[in-house]
């Protein structure tokens, strides 16, 4: 059975909310990419070649480097273990690993081994020679011995595993099937970014992610549709006991390809700069949001999402979970009710998402116990002040502690979801203070409101907004409606 429908957005979002949780062990090989900008304005007179004039140069972690700095900027732990030279190359990534604050004891730096590197050189943007620097070469005994130590060491702790493989020497030769073979004993998933034509090296890995090109090359002929795509799928499924395969397959999308059922994705129209490293990222991506909860489907849906941010990015690129956010937001639009109950931290995250989208985010709070017509008024004129409104919504701890042992009358789940539901609502976030203060400074919303029975000095958080570039808002009221019963809860910037 073949699906194009794209998945909700709930689960989604839900699964980026869990990324901080989430620690992947990554395996493979590490790359120096280095990137030299210049100008060409003249031909060499020593042979008939452009002269570039440098004007400035990066470097930033290249292959399962890559993938580590994507988990670590996504907001997630990774532990690298790998083999690299002893050299100037493999210092620089040591100290690239160390500023990411990822742990090295993984990492082993020999002297008979050359860490690859490559030198990528452009001229207005175009790139005009890759140079690069490198040996194929197998680990050798205490090399492996040392790698397999390290990779057991680090396995009880990890979530999922991501093996890396750029053909540089540190999977070859039955390193891949070990790693394997070690994840399938200990009921850890391990998916695979492979390199070659034979996959049966990635035998019992829970799924590989080829680029249609590459898996045309595993199955020995050219593959373009989406029968091609699955049929391809699962002749290696059949092969070597994938559970799935994830086929990236450029502006087209991707595709998710079981043994009974197979899901294309279709991608977003963007302008692409540069696909280098953007393989990383989907791994990178598809592994967190699995390692999460999501199921391939939707882990997939993301994955897409994040290569359409990084091919918009010139150099090795990562990805931030604002920008992962913002994209989906394009892609599968808002979450529904029921998922727009969020903690502060992913409330946060949500918010810079949207500001991200150039969309004003808006803030009001309250207890909200007994539901009138007056907080429905002044919550639809709060959201008639922005794109998007967040409710901060007093705990039941908070609500007891501003209103009686008696109150609240409904429970703070209660509340949530009935406030979550309304349509004016996009976010609610539940805190434990008397006030929001805390939750505004984190949010730092746009326009902070409140009803008219208060003042501008009198509300919680007014400084801080306006501090911000934000403003306040005083909306009016229903007669007779008034949102805070009190002067005395009026200063602790509660509703009723």
Known sequence: MIKHNPPSPEPLHRAIARFGGVTVLVVGDLILDRFVNGVIERISPEAPIPVLHGRGESSAMGGAGNVVANIVSLGAR???????????????????????????????????RMTSSKSRFSALNQQVLRFDEEEIKPLDEAERAGLIRHFRAALAGADIVILSDYGKGILLDGVAAELIAICREAGKPVLVDPKGRDYARYA???????????????????????????????????????????????????????????????????????????????????????????????????ANAAGGVVVGKRGTARLTVEELTGALFRSHGPIAHKDAILDAVSAARMVAAWKEEGLSVGFTNGCFDILHAGHVSLLHAARSQCDRLVLGLNSDASVRRLKGPGRPVNDQHDR?????????????????????????????????????????????????????????????????????????????????
Do not use: W
């Not at 595709?255 to 953007?278: K, L, M």
């Not at 403003?471 to 009026?490: C, F, H, M, P, W």
């Open 78 to 112: 990774a532990i690298p273990v790998s083999v690299i030279g002893a050299d100037t190359a493999g210092d620089s990534l040591v100290r690239m690993l160390g500023e990411l604050a990822t742990e090295t004891a993984g990492l082993a730096q020999q002297r008979g």
């Open 416 to 496: 949530a979801c009935v406030l979550a539901a309304l349509a004016s609502v996009d976010a609610v976030v539940v805190f434990e203070e008397d006030t929001p203060l805390a939750l505004i400074e984190a949010l730092l919303p746009d326009i902070l409101v409140k009803g008219a029975d208060y003042t501008i000095d009198t509300v919680v958080g007014a400084d801080v907004v306006q501090k911000a570039g934000g403003r306040v808002v005083l909306v009016d009221l229903v007669a007779g409606k008034s949102t805070t019963g009190t002067i005395g809860k009026l200063r602790a910037g509660s509703t009723n």
């Open 204 to 302: 019992g890995a829970t799924a590989i992610t080829p680029n249609r090109k590459e898996l045309g090359e595993a199955v020995g002929h050219a593959v373009f549709g989406d029968d091609e795509i699955v049929s391809a799928a699962r002749e290696l499924i059949s092969a070597h006991g994938f559970e799935f395969v994830v086929a990236t397959r450029s502006e087209k999308g991707m595709s998710v390809v079981g043994p009974d059922e197979a899901h294309h994705i279709a991608t977003q129209a963007r302008e692409v700069f540069d696909v280098s490293g953007a393989g990383d990222t989907v791994i990178a991506t598809f592994a967190l949001a699995l390692a999460s909860g999501a199921d391939p489907i939707a882990a997939a849906s993301i």
